[in-house]
């Protein structure tokens, strides 16, 4: 049951990432409201093909608890600089009418 209440979830969330994303694009061309925050959250919640992948290597990896923790915010570190300078790199690509 608790499966089908995630597989549920899923296309709402994908609706709201889009959302998200689509608020924080219009915010970074037009400054009437922040951008930044919307594509962050956004970028959270799209969907990881490979995050159940992550978790079972990090759960089995014979880590602490800390220890753990910390990947887990490096990881969502990564995650965000990477869409930050993907987004830093379509806007430059923009820029030149690529």
Do not use: K
Request: charged share 20%; with cysteine; proline share 5%.
């Amino acid at each position: 049951m608790y499966r089908q209440d995630r597989v549920a979830v899923r296309p709402l969330r994908q609706v709201a990432a889009c959302v998200l994303l689509a608020i924080g694009t219009i915010g970074i061309v037009l400054p009437l409201i922040p951008g930044i925050p919307f594509l962050i959250a956004g970028a959270l919640l799209l969907p990881r093909a490979d995050a159940i992948g992550w978790r079972r290597a990090i759960r089995h990896a014979g880590l602490t608890m800390s220890e753990r923790v910390q990947v887990q915010l490096l990881l969502i570190a990564r995650r965000i600089t990477m869409a930050a300078e993907a987004l830093r790199r379509a806007r430059r690509a923009r820029q030149r009418n690529w």
